[in-house]
C-alpha cells in the first residue's frame, strides 16, 4: 500500500481511501445537490480539532451543517429518535457519520428511521424485521475515526433498548453507505488505549469471520488479509503511530468489517454482554475474551489455526501457539488479560452466561457452545 496515493474501490459499497480523502467531502457532497447534511457524531469526536476543521470547511464552501452528538457510549434507541428528530426539524437532506462504530450505527439507525415510521425495533432483523426495510434512505456517506467496528462499510446497525439495554440488530442492504472517505490521518490522535482496544476489535472481526461456519470463501481471503495487515501494525499505531500503520490499521478493519458478513462467533457472545450489563469498551472486550474463545475452538480446527498463525508472522504450523501469541499481544498492547480487571467479579458470571447464551453471535461459531460452556470460559478468564 503507498501511502502516497489516493485510492477508489468498491467492496461492497464505494470507498475513498488514503491521506487527506476528508478534503473531498464538500466537493462530493455539492456534486450531489446535499447541501443541508445532518453532521451525526459523538460527544467527544464533536469537540475535537479535525471535527471543527471538517465543519468549518464544510460552511465555508456554502453547505450548511447540523451537528448531532447526543448518544450513549453503547446507543439506544432515544439517541437515534433524537437525532431523527434533528433531521427533520432543521429539514437536512443527506446524513454524514462521523467517528468510531457508535456515531456511526447510530447515523445508519437515524438514516433508517426517516421513512420508515414502525417501531424502530420492529426492525430487527432477529425477528425478520429486514422485509419492513422497503423505503429509501437518505444519502448516507461515513466517515470513519477509528480502526476499529468498520461500521462505516457495514449495512447494519446495533441499538440497545433505553431500559434493558437488550441490543437489537437493524439489518437491510440498503443501509450501506453511499460513499466512505477513508482518512488514515483522522485517525492519527487516537489515544493508545483506544487505538489498542479498538483495533482488537478489528482483529477479533477477521479471525471470528475466518472460523465461522458458514460458507462465504471470499470472505475467508479478505479476513486473511486483514488480520496480517493488523498483526504488522497494531502494536506500531498504538505505541508509535504514523501513517503507514495507521493506515494498514484503517484497512483491516474495514476488510474485518466485509469479512464478518460470513459470521460471528463465541468471543463477541463473551464480549456483548460485558457491554450491556458493565457498559465495558466493546473493544477491550473482545480483547481479554479473544485468547480463551480461540482456545476454545481450537481442537478440531487445528488447519485453520495454523492458516491463521502464519497470516500472522507466527511461521508455518504455529496454531497450536497461536493463543500464547494472542495473550501476549494483549501485553504488548497493555491491554489486561483477565476479566477481573476490568471489574467483572464471580457475581456476575451466571447473568453475563444466560446474556452470552442468548446472543446472536455463537449461532455462527464452528462447534457450538452451551450455556455451561460460556459459564466456565467467564470463569476461566476471571
Known amino acids: 500500500m503507498d501511502i502516497q496515493k489516493k485510492y477508489s474501490f468498491s ?15 464538500p466537493a462530493y457532497l455539492k456534486s450531489h445537490g446535499l447541501l443541508r447534511p445532518l453532521l451525526v457524531t459523538d460527544p467527544l469526536v464533536s469537540q475535537l480539532d479535525f471535527f471543527k476543521a471538517i465543519v468549518e470547511d464544510l460552511n465555508a464552501q456554502g453547505i450548511s451543517v447540523e451537528v448531532y452528538a447526543d448518544m450513549h457510549k453503547n446507543p439506544v434507541e432515544s439517541d437515534v429518535l433524537k437525532g431523527k428528530e ?41 425477528i425478520g424485521g429486514d422485509k419492513y ?3 429509501p434512505i437518505p444519502h448516507l456517506v461515513t466517515v470513519p475515526t477509528t480502526s476499529g467496528t468498520g461500521s462505516e462499510v457495514g449495512r447494519s446497525a446495533i441499538i440497545a433498548e433505553d431500559e434493558s439495554k437488550k441490543k437489537r440488530i437493524l439489518f437491510s442492504p440498503s443501509l450501506l453507505a453511499k460513499m466512505v472517505f477513508a482518512d488514515p490521518v483522522l485517525t492519527m490522535d487516537l489515544p493508545p ?55 494498514k490499521m484503517l484497512m483491516g478493519s474495514m476488510m474485518g468489517a466485509v469479512a464478518f458478513q460470513k459470521g460471528l462467533g463465541v468471543v463477541h457472545s463473551l464480549a456483548h454482554p460485558l457491554s450491556s450489563l458493565l457498559d465495558t469498551h466493546h473493544g477491550l472486550a473482545n480483547a481479554v475474551n479473544l485468547p480463551y474463545g480461540m482456545e476454545f475452538n481450537y481442537n478440531g480446527f487445528e488447519s ?10 507466527q511461521g508455518p504450523g504455529a496454531g497450536d501457539r497461536f493463543v500464547d501469541y494472542l495473550f501476549d499481544l494483549n501485553k504488548q498492547l497493555q491491554l489486561p488479560s483477565k476479566l477481573g480487571a476490568i471489574g467483572v467479579n464471580e457475581s456476575h458470571v451466571d447473568t453475563l452466561a444466560d446474556l452470552a447464551k442468548a446472543d446472536f453471535c455463537h449461532p455462527n461459531n ?12 467467564y470463569l476461566k478468564a476471571l
Open 304 to 313: 485453520h489455526f495454523d492458516q491463521m498463525a502464519y497470516m500472522m508472522g
Open 11 to 25: 467492496f461492497p459499497t464505494a470507498i475513498r481511501f488514503g491521506v487527506g480523502v476528508i478534503t473531498e467531502l
Open 193 to 247: 488505549f483506544v487505538t489498542a482496544a479498538t483495533g482488537m476489535d478489528a482483529l477479533t472481526h477477521n479471525l471470528e469471520a475466518f472460523l465461522a461456519k458458514n460458507f462465504h470463501p471470499m470472505c475467508n481471503g479478505i479476513a486473511l488479509e486483514g488480520m496480517k495487515l493488523i498483526s504488522e501494525s497494531i502494536v506500531t499505531a498504538t505505541h508509535k503511530p504514523d501513517l503507514v500503520s495507521r493506515s
Open 133 to 135: 426495510v422497503t423505503e
Open 86 to 126: 434533528a433531521y427533520t426539524s432543521t429539514r437536512r437532506n443527506a446524513i454524514v457519520g462521523v467517528g468510531g462504530g457508535v456515531p456511526l450505527d447510530v447515523a445508519r439507525a437515524i438514516a433508517l428511521s426517516i421513512n420508515h415510521h414502525r417501531d424502530l425495533f420492529d426492525y430487527d432483523d432477529l
Open 366 to 377: 464452528p462447534k457450538p457452545v452451551s450455556r455451561e460452556n460460556f459459564k466456565q470460559l
